[in-house]
């Protein structure tokens, strides 16, 4: 402790308390080494909070490659149970189709029929791509 240190305490110890320390009273040592302990143990808790904020941030950095590996997967089983049910639903709407065809239908019907494929289709084609669009917006977003 610096002499400026020690001198201003014995000012402050008389002033409050009309007591007049000398530099080598034993009162000054326990307030020497209180210092030292409260340096002592402001350093253990600074290297406490240092580990800790480690800690956590190898936590969340481990959360966050589990969650993004489980989005993706969901994401993915998603995609495919989606294109599995939309070419059973275009193979079934196709099968269907074609018996009305080979039924023998009259031209008018057989152009209803193929311009009714073809909207099939598209819509089949656009919400296929709003699918998409979704999944890579909720990929960008996360």
């Not at 239908?105 to 193929?114: A, F, I, S």
Request: proline share 1%; hydrophobic share 45%; glycine share 2%.
């Amino acid at each position: 402790m610096s002499n400026d240190k020690l001198d201003a305490l014995i000012e402050r110890v008389a002033s409050e308390h009309g007591i007049v320390l000398s530099q080598d009273d034993p009162v000054l040592m326990m307030h020497t080494l209180n210092e030292v302990l409260l340096e002592q143990n402001k350093e253990a808790h600074a290297e406490l909070l240092s580990n800790y904020q480690a800690i956590l941030e190898e936590n969340f950095n481990r959360w966050c490659e589990y969650s993004t590996k489980k989005s993706n997967a969901i994401i993915s089983a998603s995609m495919s149970n989606a294109q599995l049910t939309r070419d059973q639903f275009l193979e079934s709407c196709i099968q269907l189709i074609d018996e009305r065809i080979k039924s023998g239908v009259d031209p008018k019907t057989y152009d209803l029929v193929r311009i009714s494929r073809q909207a099939a289709i598209i819509n089949l084609l656009a919400s296929t791509l709003i699918l998409v669009s979704v999944v890579t917006i909720s990929l960008i977003l996360l």
